[in-house]
């Protein structure tokens, strides 16, 4: 990125699904938007339950169409309003409910040389050959700069307790 101006910037396009990844790449672009004044777009790529195909097929399609994108408008309001509670992120904010897979629906959406599009990398460890796919896709076709956000360590905490529960493993104490 040699030469790159980041004050050229106009807008910070991050995807947002909801989960703890998701969140912690949402405050990262908040506040690199507030760092550069772009403007903050927020997208919730959605897809039909079984795919487009299944959609088609299925009885009333239209109506359940309408049903889906209702609530993926309704996700992403809600994880905004908890991200943000009361207060304004800041900047002007732009949030966007995409049809499609989430890697190409961000990739869409950021289609200009001076956006920056921030997406979370995924779960650590043996699960990131499974996720990480969206990362990998934006990463790869994007035509902006992309800024991949690790998991918080949060959640390196929160996985590493679940996986204790589920092999029945003791917690050691004695650091609490």
């Not at 920056?116 to 650590?124: A, E, K, P």
Request: glycine share 8%; hydrophobic share 45%; proline share 7%.
């Amino acid at each position: 990125m040699s030469g790159y101006d980041a004050s050229a910037v106009t807008r910070v396009v991050v995807g947002v699904s909801g989960s703890l990844n998701s969140v912690t790449a949402l405050r990262r672009a908040t506040a690199l938007a507030r760092r550069l004044r772009a403007g903050l777009w927020p997208v919730l790529a959605w897809e039909p339950p079984g795919g487009d195909s299944a959609a088609r097929r299925a009885p009333a399609a239209g109506l359940l169409v309408e049903e889906w994108q209702r609530l993926a408008k309704q996700r992403l309001a809600s994880v905004l309003e908890e991200i943000f509670d009361a207060e304004e992120p800041g900047v002007p904010m732009q949030p966007a409910v995409v049809r499609g897979a989430p890697g190409p629906a961000l990739v869409a959406t950021a289609n200009r040389e001076d956006d920056v599009l921030v997406v979370g990398t995924g779960r650590r460890g043996l699960h990131r050959a499974f996720s990480g796919r969206v990362c990998r896709h934006c990463l790869a076709h994007a035509v902006c700069p992309v800024l991949a956000v690790p998991p918080s360590p949060l959640e390196s905490e929160l996985l590493s307790v679940h996986r204790r529960n589920t092999w029945h493993l003791r917690i050691d104490t004695r650091g609490l």
